[in-house]
Each structure stands twice: as C-alpha cells, then as structure tokens.
C-alpha cells in the first residue's frame, strides 16, 4: 500500500509507503494514514498536501498506490537582512517587507539598505556600495 504525493498529474518524487499490518486487517477494511507535511520538489519548491490531516484507504486485494494532491507551500513573508562589518554583525537583523499574497517561493524581492547604522562602538556604517 502507497501513496503518491502530486502537483496536478505531476508525480512528487517517489510513492511513498503507507504502513499496514497484513495480519490484522482484512480486504475492505480501511486503513488511516497521514501524508508527509511537506516535501521539497526538484524545483526546490516545498509542497504541503492540498487538504491537510489523516486519509483513509480501502484496503483491495491487489496492491494499490492512491494518489494524493499537494500544492505549493506560500512563499514566507518573514524576510530579513543582517548588516554586517566583515563577518561580525551590525545590531540585530532587520525585516523587509514582503507582500505575501504577490509573491512566491523563489520569486525575488527588492529592499533598499539602512543608509546608516550606528554600531556599539559609536561609529556610523553605510552599506559597501557594489562597483
């Protein structure tokens, strides 16, 4: 018995293994199981299932492999930078604003730097500019 995670007709990697005792459980009968909460696809995307929770299965007396509906986990919008001068950091991290019902997972998000960030040792940093 198996279940295999998909995005619409695409397979989530492989079927996975839904545990059963063969000899406590008869044709018929059901059997609960619960799909893995998230899994990361090729895209390094991560998928939860569509409708989260336990599913049942009828067992058959052939070996079945039932299919179960993910969808793309929404995209974080708890974003965050740390300023940093070498490797040591600059004060704690600071959030960028992310509008999570207009992006997605691997969607990129722009954000403008402090300009000044005064450090404990009472100096002022501005960000290395890029040349």
Known sequence: MKYQP???E???????VIPVDGENHRQGE????????????????VYVPKDAG???VILKDIPQTVDVEY???????VVK???KV???PLGDAKVIPVDGENHRQGESVSYTPQPEITGNDGKVYVPK???
Not at 36 to 41: F, H, R, Y
Not at 71 to 77: C, D, F, H, L, M
């Open 129 to 131: 500019r890029r040349r």
């Open 71 to 77: 969808v793309e986990k929404p995209a974080s919008t």
């Open 10 to 16: 695409t397979p989530l990697g492989d079927a996975k």
């Open 54 to 56: 336990s599913k049942t």
């Open 30 to 45: 059901s059997v609960s199981y619960t799909p893995q909460p998230e899994i990361t696809g090729n895209d390094g995307k």
């Open 86 to 88: 070498g490797e040591t």
């Open 81 to 83: 930078y740390q300023p």
């Open 6 to 8: 998909k995005v619409g």
